[in-house]
């Protein structure tokens, strides 16, 4: 059976939630669907059809992302979901290629994606190209080592985060630049951050802000939420969640860390996501104790492989003819000659012979500079016919910072 597709309108909004609520088995507050449908342009979403039933949908946000080298226009993929009754029918597969369609259409070169699951995507020619850790931190064992930076200059501030946004703004919009895949917050996207109802609780306390300042202003900050707790023997064990935590200099990052490890009476930090290179990793005496476990960050895919290729900087020159069979969006099969350098790109269709073959997945996972081609070649999924030439592809596109979004869209 086909479902027709159209954009959704205001008025499909009230169905696509209850398609969303039936999807992810969940329910939201009235509150939380209104901050919600302030991130959306009803353009830029997509909607399948029963009749005239809503059964299927999803939309994208117009980010402005930090790639290696700058910054990008890139699609935030976000609130996929089909009705339960109409899965395995192929609805999400008509999306998504009416979605990448659209997409490249306009000019808009990288999708982007938060997966539910991560079997889900590689099929539409997305690869895992940004992974997070997960920390669980025991309060017994936060000692820095004896060379953490520090600055008597700074002075540590709690902060009502509702009152503090600026501050906030200020330190982020230094920050976001400096790693690929972070991405700048909208007024709605920021509400969203700081929302702070009982749905936004997860069962924790409020939310509570520290800042790190001096007379010059705001250097760093972090969002946090605890909740009390006891032991049997009625010892405090209290538990806290660190959600966002942004520093302009080194001596800031480790006074903003501190001032949150030294909270008295909690016994358990969890921090659910930080970057893979994270530099708590270098401050802690012994980094063991962060207890880290990999999560998945972002999922990336060129749905116009030419323009995105140009649109990042690249860690060492290069100049490789690459073959890419793309079923899903066919306009990037053939054989494109990338020739690229530390400043910048040219990427143009080539009759030569291709230097290395790839899925698109690879390409979308190597785009943010955190994936090594290496194991694409090991599992047999890329091949080269010049030798190095895949090595030398790989090492151009890697970057020192490794991406990381660090909030879900
Ligand atoms: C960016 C985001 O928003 S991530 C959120 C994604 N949404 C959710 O997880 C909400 C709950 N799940 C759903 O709403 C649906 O099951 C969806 C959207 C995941 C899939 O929708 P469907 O319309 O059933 O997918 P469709 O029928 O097009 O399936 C296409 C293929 O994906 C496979 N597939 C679909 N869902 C899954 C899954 N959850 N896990 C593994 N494979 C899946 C199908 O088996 C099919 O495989 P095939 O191509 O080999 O035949």
């Known amino acids: 059976m086909s479902y027709p597709i159209r954009p959704m309108t205001p008025s499909d909004w009230p169905a696509f939630l209850e398609v ?4 992810y088995n969940t329910y939201s507050s009235p509150e939380r669907n209104e901050r919600f449908k302030r991130l959306f ?12 039933t809503l059964i299927g949908g999803t939309g994208t946000f117009e980010f402005d992302m930090a790639v290696p080298g700058g910054t990008t226009a890139v699609a935030g993929v976000t609130a996929v979901g089909v009705l ?27 999708a982007a994606l938060y997966a ?6 590689g099929r539409y020619g997305y690869g895992l190209a940004a ?49 690929p895949g972070m991405y700048a917050r909208s007024t709605p996207r920021w ?27 705001p250097r760093g900050y972090a969002l946090f939420r605890a909740k009390e707790g006891f032991s049997v023997h009625d010892i405090f064990e209290g538990e806290l969640h660190l959600y966002d ?15 949150v490890l030294d909270r008295d009476l909690i016994a358990t930090f969890k921090v659910p996501t930080r970057p893979a290179d994270d530099p708590i990793r270098l401050l802690f005496n012994d980094p063991r104790r962060l207890r880290a476990v990999a999560v998945d960050d972002l999922w990336i895919r060129l749905a116009d492989v030419r323009r995105a290729l140009t649109e990042r900087a690249y860690a060492a020159p290069v100049d490789v003819a690459i073959g890419i069979d793309d079923p899903v969006c066919p306009w990037n099969t053939g054989t494109w000659r990338l020739s690229a350098d530390t400043t910048g790109a040219t990427c143009e269709p080539t009759r030569a012979p291709a230097d290395v073959t790839l899925p698109v ?49």
């Open 20 to 23: 969303l609520m039936d999807a």
């Open 41 to 52: 342009d009803f353009e830029r979403t997509l909607a399948a059809f029963d009749g005239e």
């Open 84 to 110: 339960s009754s109409h899965r395995r029918r192929g609805v999400l597969s008509s999306l998504m290629r009416r979605q990448l369609t659209d997409l490249a259409e306009r000019g808009e070169a990288v």
């Open 116 to 121: 539910s699951e991560s079997s889900i995507y």
């Open 131 to 179: 992974e997070g850790v997960a920390f669980t931190i025991d309060r017994r064992d936060t000692a820095f080592s004896p060379h953490a930076p520090s600055d008597p200059a700074l002075r540590l501030r709690i902060v009502n985060p509702d009152g503090a946004r600026n501050v906030f703004e200020k330190v982020f919009e230094a920050v976001r630049v400096t790693r």
């Open 191 to 217: 509400d969203g951050v700081l929302a702070d109802d009982e749905q936004a609780r997860h069962g924790m306390g409020p939310l509570r802000g520290l800042v790190a300042e001096d007379d010059t202003g």
């Open 245 to 259: 935590l942004h520093a302009t200099d080194p001596a800031a990052y480790a006074a903003v860390w501190r001032g």
């Open 361 to 409: 997945n690879a390409l979308g996972a190597a785009y943010l500079g955190g994936t090594s081609l290496h194991a694409w070649n090991a599992t047999g999924a890329a091949a080269e016919t010049r030798e190095g030439a895949l090595r030398a592809l790989s090492t151009a596109m890697s970057w020192d910072v490794k991406p990381w979004a660090g909030l879900i869209f």
